[in-house]
C-alpha cells in the first residue's frame, strides 16, 4: 500500500478508479448471465468497509495483507495523516482468529491551528486482535456475532504526528446478516476504545471513543461487492465516558473485490456530515476528527 498520500483528491481518484477497474474486469471475467446458484458463500469481514463483518475465514487458513487507513482535511491549513498496517493473520479454529503486526505512520501537516507542522513517514507501533465467532450465521440464526479485542501500542500519536507512547484496546461487536442470500448483506459495528497517552513532557492523558456503524452491501457479480455505510462517533477526555468533547457522524461508499481466487482487495471513502465539539464550533467537528476518512487494503490468503 501507498503509506504516504498527497491529497484528499488522489485518493478519491484512486478509489474510483480501483472501483472501475474491479468492475470491468469481473464483467469481462464474467461476461454472461449468472443465476443465483452461481453466487456462493463469501467471507463477509471486509465486505463494509469500514465496519467489520462477522467473517473469520476458513479453518487453518491463513492471510498476510495491508492496510491503510488515511485522515484527510483540518478547519483550514493542510493536514493529511494515515497509518498502515501490515498485518499476518490465521484462524486457528472455525470460532477463533487473531492477527498480529506492524504499524506505519505518515504525516502531512501544514498550517493547523493547535498542530505542529509536520511531514514525516515512521515506524509508528505494535498491534494484535482477538477475534471470535460467538454467533454462527445458519438454520438456527439469521445474524452472526462476533467479538473482537485488538490492543495497539504507538510511538507516535495519530493526529498530530509527535512522538508519544500510547496504549489503546480497541472492542468491537460485530454483527451481519443477508438480506438476500449470498448477494445482498448488511452490517452492523458497535465499538469502545479507550486509550492512554504518555506525551514527550511527561504528562499522562487520558481519552475513550464510543461509536456505532451500520452499512449495506450489494454484490452485483460474484467477485464484486459495492455499499455503502453510515457511522456516528463520539470522544471523551476521560475513560468512563465523563468528559465528553465532540462527535461526528461519517457517511461514504464501500468496495470489495476479489481479482483472483485467493486475493482481494476492499476500498472505502467516508465524509463528516455532521458533527459538534466543544472546542471549535461549528456544523463539523474538525477537531477530534478528520473531514474525510479514507481506506485501501490488498490481501493475500494461503
Known amino acids: 500500500m501507498i503509506p504516504f498520500l498527497s491529497s484528499s483528491r488522489t485518493i478519491l481518484l484512486s478509489v474510483i478508479v480501483m472501483i472501475l477497474a474491479g468492475f470491468i474486469g469481473s464483467v469481462h471475467a464474467q461476461n454472461t448471465a449468472l443465476s443465483p446458484s452461481a453466487y456462493r458463500e463469501i467471507d463477509t469481514k471486509y465486505i463494509f468497509g469500514f465496519t467489520t463483518g462477522t467473517g473469520i475465514g476458513l479453518e487453518g487458513e491463513k492471510e498476510i495483507s495491508s492496510e491503510t487507513i488515511a485522515a484527510l ?52 507501533g505494535l498491534f494484535g486482535e482477538l477475534r471470535y465467532l460467538a454467533i454462527e450465521r445458519g438454520a ?75 452499512a449495506l452491501a450489494f454484490r452485483p457479480l460474484t467477485s464484486l461487492v459495492v455499499g455503502a455505510e453510515i457511522g456516528y462517533f463520539r470522544h471523551y477526555d476521560s475513560l468512563n465516558l465523563s468528559q465528553f468533547v465532540g462527535d461526528a457522524w461519517f457517511v461514504g461508499p464501500t468496495l470489495y473485490w476479489q481479482f483472483a481466487r485467493k486475493a482481494f482487495m476492499t476500498a472505502a471513502w467516508a465524509t463528516q456530515v455532521s458533527g459538534h465539539s466543544t472546542e471549535d464550533p461549528g456544523t463539523l467537528n474538525l477537531h477530534d476528527f478528520s473531514r474525510h476518512r479514507a481506506k485501501l487494503k490488498l490481501a493475500f490468503e494461503f
Open 73 to 124: 482535511g483540518k478547519r483550514s491549513g493542510k493536514y493529511q495523516a494515515s497509518e498502515t498496517k501490515f498485518e499476518f493473520e490465521h484462524t486457528p479454529t472455525q470460532y477463533m482468529q487473531f492477527e498480529i503486526g506492524a504499524l506505519a505512520a505518515s504525516h502531512n501537516i501544514r498550517g493547523v491551528p493547535g498542530l505542529d507542522d509536520r511531514q514525516q513517514f515512521a515506524f509508528s
Open 140 to 214: 438456527t440464526s439469521p445474524f452472526a456475532v462476533t467479538l473482537s479485542v485488538e490492543p495497539v501500542w504507538r510511538r507516535i500519536d495519530e493526529t498530530s504526528g509527535d512522538p508519544v507512547r500510547s496504549f489503546e484496546l480497541e472492542t468491537r461487536i460485530a454483527v451481519d446478516t443477508e438480506l438476500v442470500p449470498n448477494q445482498v448483506y448488511f452490517g452492523f459495528n458497535a465499538l469502545y476504545e479507550p486509550g492512554w497517552t504518555r506525551t514527550a513532557d511527561g504528562n499522562l492523558e487520558k481519552e475513550a471513543t464510543l461509536g456505532v456503524s451500520s
